[in-house]
């Protein structure tokens, strides 16, 4: 075609683009009028309909609801999250609180959208905290707010908003969840999202734990017969755009395209249809805005001489264009020549014919003094140009065949990589020749949709392989933590990126890992079950025996991914940490009521108490406070003067006490020994000495008396020993020798 005469006519249309369409004039006084009366909804004219089914669910979760005011509307629709429990309260109570907010101060502007999504977020957080729950409620919410003029949507969750304009899709929200990151980073297209199991897995909806940012449009400008549509994901799940503009395209009513989708939905081959909600709207009529006829006006005077002028030019370029046709004839046939060579992968004969058509183009070229346009704006330059754009191209092309050879080396280069999993190396490979792909844009290389579409799959496979490759790698370190049903988990995972890829090599060794791993797991879950066991049969006789048990059955429930049994073994674990509290406490209420029996002379009540004590410590296994409660047995029997038994308690605590290594306690036993040795001795001696006055044998029983005396004396302020208790003893020590003394030292008078 004649390069020349394209420039020309280009320039005709873009003169005629400069003329507006006239409208028929409105008088300003009656819109001012129907602005006052009704706004811009008297102007306009917005159909809706809407559904919203329970589906094969219990319950319905979804919501919707639409305001149509003097100047401005709002419409919405919400989706409860279903595995929260008060789906179906999160989604009608936002819905009706942003309603009351947009009647109460209705606005129309991208921040104002912003902040009814955040506003109706915060008043969820502020249900789930009166309910005394972080994940009470929480629902997905899209939202279309509109002047007549124009729309603006947001979004948060996985509801949907699409606007349609001459029966396609040219406007849509963007969803939150896993699903939607995958399809931007590329590991989807968008219509695989509804079949995908992340679209669920939301990254945030309203009522979600901290704050949101949820999508919002920019505003666009409506025209009459633009219609838009609101979904929640129960619909959306099962139509694709196509469904949607087909349904739409033999629809002439809102309503009957709302039942057309619906019937698409209903008739899905699904077994479980979720709750499902629609809102569409026709845009019949968008209020005018203010026009200024008096500026359309000089406007048309303005390009009229402009569009004479273009004329003229587009009748000389006609001229032109049969003086040129031979030449264009001859390169055409070269180019045909430079195709078959194409086709043929001969790449030098293409070249060499690019060449020869390079020289035809030169030929095309006019002089300045040729004076075919004599006029400054019908300049040869204007022409010439257009000859050094096709030469120009023709460098282009040149340079293309020897990117062409350098494709074939690194699609060699790429593959090889790929068998040997240098994923990394093979996705950079794969990098460049799309990069070189994409700069041939002047050879219509053979297959090159082929070859596209080859190394794009290509790629997409690599960064599925990395994927995998990462997972397998997380389940390395993972086994090596101890950490199996994580480990596991990502080798499975793993496992179907292999596959998919036909990755048999690492599909193998992933099999083989997870198989082990699987063995090691059912072994550990019986090791844990054996401790479990082993707890609870020592819970009645040794409680820090049992918490020890339930402690490493538990370490091994929650390394093994089991939550609910991890988290009931902490309860147990608790409640016995508190019953050894309690058991302690109690312990301590022993010892100080057997202290006040004992200082009551109430010695036996006091020893039955002690031995209480003693049973506490001994379930705790508190070996500090088997020693406490012996210790104190021994004080009690000590201040009943029953030496020998005390003796033996207080020996009983030292042997206990060396587990303890409380040296401290350890000296007070060995000296508490030591006063009931010597306070034995003394009774003893006082008892023999008893005797022989008994005898009459005064003297020896004196001499006795003596002896006891000085053991007596030897716990003289003893820090192990009362000294009113010694006090008490020398005292009757003391009269029992003076009254011996005066047996022996009688003299009668008669």
């Known amino acids: ?32 009028t129907a602005n006052e009366i009704a706004g811009k909804k008297a102007e306009s004219k917005f159909v809706t309909s809407l559904v919203s089914r329970i589906g094969n669910a219990n319950i319905n979760s979804d919501y919707t609801g639409y305001i149509e005011l003097d100047n401005y509307a709002c419409w919405l629709i919400a989706d409860g999250i279903d595995d929260i429990k008060g789906a179906e309260e999160a989604s009608k109570k936002v819905i009706e609180y942003i309603i009351h907010k947009f009647i109460e101060k209705p606005k129309f502007s991208k921040r104002y959208v912003k902040y009814l999504l955040k506003d109706g977020h915060e008043q969820i957080k502020k249900i789930q905290q009166s309910k005394k729950t972080k994940l009470g409620i929480g629902a997905s919410l899209t939202i279309v707010l509109s002047d007549y003029t124009s729309i603006i949507m947001g979004s948060i969750g996985n509801t949907r908003g699409l606007l ?54 920019k505003k666009i400008k409506l025209i009459e017969g633009d ?31 709302i039942g057309s989708l619906e019937k698409i939905i209903q008739n899905s081959n699904t077994r479980k249809l979720n709750n499902y909600s629609m809102i569409g709207i026709f845009v019949d009529k968008v209020a005018p805005g203010k026009r200024d006829f008096k500026k359309i006006s000089s406007e048309i005077f303005l390009v009229l001489p402009f569009l004479l002028l273009i004329g003229y030019l587009g009748f000389k370029g006609y001229q032109i264009k049969s003086e040129r046709d031979t030449i264009y004839q001859e390169i055409y046939k070269l180019e045909n020549k430079v195709n078959r060579d194409l086709e043929t992968k001969s790449y030098y004969k293409a070249l060499d014919n690019y060449k020869k058509s390079k020289e035809k183009y030169k030929n095309l070229y006019i002089m300045p003094s ?148 699987t063995q090691i797991r059912e072994k550990r879950y019986k090791q844990a079950l054996e401790f479990e066991k082993n707890g609870l049969r020592s819970e009645s006789k040794d409680i820090n025996g049992a918490i020890a048990y339930y402690e490493l059955s538990k370490n091994l429930y929650g390394e093994l991914g089991d939550f609910p049994k991890e988290e009931e073994l ?181």
């Not at 619909?235 to 395209?257: C, F, M, N, P, T």
């Not at 282009?396 to 060699?412: A, G």
């Open 227 to 257: 219609k838009f549509l609101l979904m929640s994901s129960g619909a959306w799940e099962h139509l694709d755009e196509v469904d949607i503009e087909i349904s739409l395209s033999q629809s002439q009513r809102v309503g009957k395209w």
């Open 164 to 217: 349609l304009r001459d029966e396609l899709v040219t406007t849509k929200t963007k969803d939150s969840n896993i699903a939607y990151l995958m399809y931007e980073n590329k590991q989807l297209d968008y219509d695989s999202i509804r079949f995908n199991n992340q679209k669920d897995k939301l990254t945030q909806y309203i009522g979600t734990y901290g704050g949101i940012e949820p999508y919002i449009s």
């Open 570 to 750: 902490s309860e147990k674990i608790s409640y016995l940490n508190e019953l050894k509290l309690m058991l302690k406490d109690e312990k301590n209420l022993y010892l100080k009521d057997a202290r006040v029996y004992s200082k009551e002379g109430k010695y036996e009540k006091a020893l039955d108490t002690i031995k209480k004590a003693q049973q506490n410590s001994e379930l705790l296994k508190d070996n500090q406070g088997i020693v406490d409660s012996v210790e104190k047995e021994g004080d009690i029997l000590l201040d009943n003067k029953k030496y020998e038994l005390a003796k033996e308690k207080y020996r009983e605590a030292y042997n206990i006490s060396i587990n303890t290594n409380n040296k401290l306690q350890q000296k007070e036993l060995e000296g508490k020994q030591y006063v009931t040795t010597t306070l034995l001795k003394a009774t003893e001696l006082e008892v023999q000495g008893d005797k022989l006055f008994k005898e009459k044998k005064y003297k020896d029983s004196k001499v006795k008396f003596i002896e006891s005396k000085k053991e007596y004396e030897k716990v003289k302020d003893n820090d192990f020993y009362s000294s009113t208790k010694y006090e008490e003893n020398i005292k009757v020590i003391s009269e029992k020798e003076k009254k011996a003394w005066r047996e022996v030292n009688w003299i009668p008078f008669f």
């Open 370 to 517: 040729s004076g075919i346009f004599k006029n400054k704006i019908f300049s040869s330059d204007i022409l010439n140009r257009s000859v050094d754009n096709q030469v120009e191209n023709l460098d282009r092309k040149i340079s293309d065949l020897e990117l062409v050879l350098q494709l074939e080396k690194q699609k060699t280069t790429a593959n090889i990589n790929y068998r040997e999993n240098k994923f990394n190396e093979a996705m950079k490979n794969y990098q460049e020749i799309e990069l070189l792909l994409n700069q041939i844009q002047t050879i219509d290389i053979v297959d090159k949709n082929k070859w596209i579409e080859e190394i794009r799959e290509k790629m997409i496979a690599c960064e599925g392989l990395l994927v995998g490759m990462e997972l397998k790698k997380e389940a390395d370190e993972l086994t090596n933590n101890g950490q199996l049903e994580g480990a596991i988990r990502n080798y499975l995972e793993s496992k179907i990126i292999f596959l998919k890829y036909n990755k048999i090599d690492l599909l193998a060794d992933v099999t083989s890992k997870a198989e082990t791993l």
């Open 1 to 32: 075609m004649n390069q020349e005469l394209n420039i020309l006519k280009n320039n005709i249309n873009q003169g005629k683009a400069l003329v507006k369409k006239i409208d028929m004039p409105i008088s300003k006084e009656k819109v001012e």
